[in-house]
Nanobody
Framework: QVQLAESGGGLVQAGGSLRLSCTASSRTFSSYAMGWFRQAPGKEREFVAAISWSGASTYYADSVKGRFTISRDDATNTLYLQMNSLKPEDTAVYYC??????WGQGTQVTVSS
């Protein structure tokens, strides 16, 4: 069982930046591929970014490519999502996911125009 806790969400103006964090309880964090997903009101949850267990490979949705950066720090069991050039359409609850099966509780990101 892996417990995940996201933080770093908030209200920001369009064009601004936020960095989300996801801290995992498991000592096996380094063995998991990790991902970020988001869900806007009235919409389905969608993929944002993922990183392999080694950190060597990263993947992004087209909508965030070039603006968001996913990274991980295995020493602190923490996953990050650096979000730059934010747009109102990035407004959503952001969730981290571990190993394709464990979810965090989410953190709200609101981008005002």
């Amino acid at each position: 069982q892996v417990q995940l806790a996201e933080s770093g969400g908030g209200l920001v103006q369009a064009g601004g930046s936020l960095r989300l964090s996801c801290t995992a309880s498991s000592r096996t964090f380094s063995s998991y591929a990790m991902g970020w997903f988001r869900q806007a009101p009235g919409k389905e949850r969608e993929f944002v970014a993922a990183i392999s267990w080694s950190g060597a490979s990263t993947y992004y949705a087209d909508s965030v490519k070039g603006r968001f950066t996913i990274s991980r720090d295995d020493a602190t069991n923490t996953l990050y999502l650096q979000m730059n050039s934010l747009k109102p359409e990035d407004t959503a609850v952001y969730y981290c996911k571990a190993g394709g099966r464990y979810w965090g509780q989410g953190t709200q990101v609101t981008v005002s125009s």
